[in-house]
Every structure is written in C-alpha cells, then in structure tokens.
C-alpha cells in the first residue's frame, strides 16, 4: 500500500513510518523535515502531484502551539481540508485524520476548534474517512512525556490545586495500531475518541513516571489554579507546552467511553504500564502480537 502521511517526522507520524514500513508499505513523507511547508499547502491544487499512485492517506499533522510562522487555522484546517479536497479529485477514497479530545461542539480553545473545523470538513466528503480523536499518547520519543519525566524528578511534583484532574492515557502504540487498521477496515465513516481503559488523576500520572525512572513516591507541590494560569501567561513564551489554554485543558480533564474504540480494535487498550514511556510503538506491538501467539 503506498500511503500520504502528513506530519510525518512527528511523534505519530515516525511510529507510523517505522510499523508501516517494517510491513512492507511505502510511505510518501509530507513534514518540513522532508521539505514541505504545509503551513503554505492551503490549497488542493498543492496537494494533487503528491496524490498520484496513492492508496490512501493519513493526516497527522499538528502543533500544540502557535508562532507567527505556524498557525492553528492554517496547520489544522486549512491545508487539510485542502487535502481532503484533492483527495476526492484524485480519486483517493481512505482518508484517517487525527484530531483531539475535546475537539467536538463544546471545544472552547482555539487548537481544539481548529482541529473540528477540519474534522466537520472531512465528515462533509464523500470518501472513507475516520476521524480519530486521541487522549493524552505517551511513549518513547513524546514530547509532552518527555518533558514531565523531568519534570517528575523534582523532590515534589508540582500540580495545579488537588492533582485530581482525570485523565485517560493512550500508548502510541495503540494510536497507531488503530491507523493502520484503519487503512483498510472496511466500516469508516466513525469519528472514535481514542481513550484509555483506566482513568487517572494527574498526580498519579506523575507518581507513575517516577516508578517508570525507578524513584518513590513523593509529595505534591499544589499551586491554586489562578496563580498557575497566570505562571503559564509569563511562561508560554520559555515552552508551548506552558500555554494558558493547556492548562484549561488540563483543568477541564477532557473523558471518554473506551468501548468503541476497544470495539474497533478488538482488543482491550494498554492500561498505563510504567515501560510503556521508554517503548515506541513498533516494540510494543510486537510483544502484543508474541502474547497473542503465546498465550
């Protein structure tokens, strides 16, 4: 299957590259890295000599903060529905979109109605789509989990009041799994929320993080929401992942029902396993297939 991947030198977008290829598929690499510039992508015609000899495609494009240069409207809405555009001018039928949790009828922060904006686009066409909505992805080579893992290794873990905002963690391995099931399941037409099989507080998602380095427990900084929003004002410029909008994600502890999505995979999501942020998703999905065969 020869297969257009947006975002393809990102988180996601490597996985994908590593578990598709070891299979056998070839992979049409669209990422700045591969030097395309998808921020000016914004129009079908952009997009159509990309398309030629392609099965299907997977976008996966997406930043969790905003430049001048690298925009939420244009990133996560404008050049994919270009995309999605071409796609039925090209007669490309399968198309799999990531999006987010939370991005639905009620997102109130801008990367989250930018990433519906595409996805109400998508459901508009008359192709074979699936609109996947992940919860918080963890794993080898994460951004976000990369930083908290250092973050977790402080004598006390800074969390906003309580630490009891939930959460429902998902390996990237089973992110990925799912796409590329859903390169050529036959029932499409479904936007999943991708979330896992327990749900966590974050204080005990950064407890977890400690066991995964080989640390105790330990205790908790709490910092009032009010003063950590207005922290996140000074700081968004030192790391996107300190965005005032973050942290009201964070607070507002986005949830789902994982029946659909374990329906859709046939077999139950990873619970959160303390290896799991230092295992990609090509190993990880190996050992469920060798467990499968063993069992």
Not at 19 to 24: E, K, L
Not at 198 to 206: E, H, I, M, Y
Not at 236 to 253: K, S, V, Y
Not at 256 to 270: A, E, I, S, V
Request: hydrophobic fraction near 45%.
């Amino acid at each position: 299957m020869n297969v257009l991947l947006t975002g393809a030198s990102g988180f996601i977008g490597r996985n994908l590259v590593a578990v598709m290829q070891a299979a056998g598929h070839r992979i049409v690499p669209v990422s700045r890295r591969h030097g395309f510039d998808v921020s000016r992508m914004t129009t079908p015609e952009a997009w159509m000599s990309l398309l030629e000899s392609v099965d299907a495609v997977v976008n996966a494009v997406g930043i969790i903060a905003q430049d001048r240069q690298q925009r939420f409207a244009t990133l996560h809405a404008q050049a994919p529905i270009a995309l999605f555009q071409a796609c039925t001018w090209a007669g490309v039928r399968r198309v799999v979109h990531i999006s987010a949790l939370g991005a639905n009828e009620s997102a109130f922060s801008a990367y989250h109605r930018s990433k519906r904006t595409a996805d109400d686009a998508l459901r508009s066409l008359d192709l074979d789509w699936l609109v996947l909505r992940p919860a918080l992805i963890y794993g080898r080579g994460g951004t976000s989990a990369e930083l908290f893992l250092r973050l977790t290794r402080l004598p006390r873990l800074p969390v906003v009041d309580d630490g009891q905002q939930h959460l429902q963690p998902v390996h990237i391995s089973d992110v990925i799994d799912t796409l590329v099931q859903g390169l050529t399941v036959s029932s499409t037409r479904r936007t999943l929320d991708l979330v896992g099989p327990q749900t966590v507080s974050f204080a005990d998602w950064l407890q977890l993080m400690r066991l995964a380095q080989g640390l105790p427990p330990t205790g908790l900084l709490r910092i009032p929401y009010p003063f950590a929003l207005t922290m996140a004002y000074l700081g968004r410029g030192l790391n996107p992942l300190l965005h005032p909008d973050n942290l009201r994600m964070l607070q507002a502890g986005y949830l789902g029902d994982p029946g659909p999505w374990t329906q859709f995979l046939g077999r139950k999501p990873r619970a959160p396993w303390p290896a799991g942020f230092f295992t990609d998703a090509r190993d990880a999905l190996t050992d469920v297939q060798e467990g499968e065969a063993n069992p």
